[in-house]
């Protein structure tokens, strides 16, 4: 079974975490489940940024993200090459190390 680390973000998870996933499960279901309130504007519909994250490790055992993904992550704020929407990238058989960025495009939080 996969492990997911989140890296500690002062905000959203101050002490990081190691959670447990199944295959297929997105990061961003995992992390909700395990009360990391990762925001989410668009409700997991591939329609913002606001789920953006970094995947430090891992990266590659990931499929590629779609075209309406891509598009969407050259919206986001600090854009790296390992982005993606945390509710359209699915665990597959790798441990992630994930990092939340520090801000989103958001300007309020939807506080799901």
């Known amino acids: 079974m996969p492990t997911l680390k989140f890296l500690p973000h002062e ?3 101050p002490d990081g ?3 447990e996933a ?3 499960e997105t990061i961003l279901n995992v992390a909700l489940a395990h009360k990391i ?3 989410h504007a668009c409700e997991k519909s591939c329609a ?3 789920c953006h994250v970094i995947v430090r490790d891992g990266f590659d055992s990931l499929e590629e993200p779609t075209e309406n993904e891509e598009d969407y992550l050259d919206k986001a704020w600090g854009l790296e090459p390992e982005s993606r929407l945390s509710c359209q990238a699915r665990v597959a058989g790798e441990d992630l190390v994930i990092e939340i960025p520090k801000y989103t495009i958001n300007m309020v939080s ?3």
Do not use: L, R
């Open 110 to 112: 939807e506080d799901h």
């Open 37 to 39: 309130p990762i925001e």
């Open 22 to 24: 199944q295959e297929g």
């Open 11 to 13: 905000v959203i998870c």
């Open 17 to 19: 975490a190691e959670i």
């Open 48 to 50: 913002c940024t606001t």
